[in-house]
């Protein structure tokens, strides 16, 4: 499940040969999502280049397992919301 997050995660950077991931990856089942079904979701941290070639800081992602899609909270509404409200 961790090696599925790392691959959704890379799928959506900027720069996926640069990604340094955090040391604490977690698994959490929460209620939630669009049903309010238990959901399971692995939550961790990312850093990687950004588009001028400059680290960006270790960033908050969501991978929503049964999506198979990983969210980072940076960008879009829709990116912060997701790992903010389910991973702290």
Request: aromatic content about 10%.
């Amino acid at each position: 499940m961790f090696a599925d997050a790392r691959r959704a995660v890379l799928t959506i950077l900027k720069d996926p040969d640069s990604a340094k991931f955090g040391p604490n990856m977690t698994r959490k089942a929460k209620n939630g999502g669009w049903s309010n079904e238990p959901t399971d979701v692995v939550c961790g941290t990312v850093n990687s280049k950004n588009s001028f070639g400059g680290y960006t800081g270790m960033s908050l992602f969501a991978y929503v397992v049964s999506e198979q899609r990983a969210y980072i909270a940076q960008g879009s509404s829709m990116d912060m919301l997701i790992p903010q409200t389910w991973c702290i």
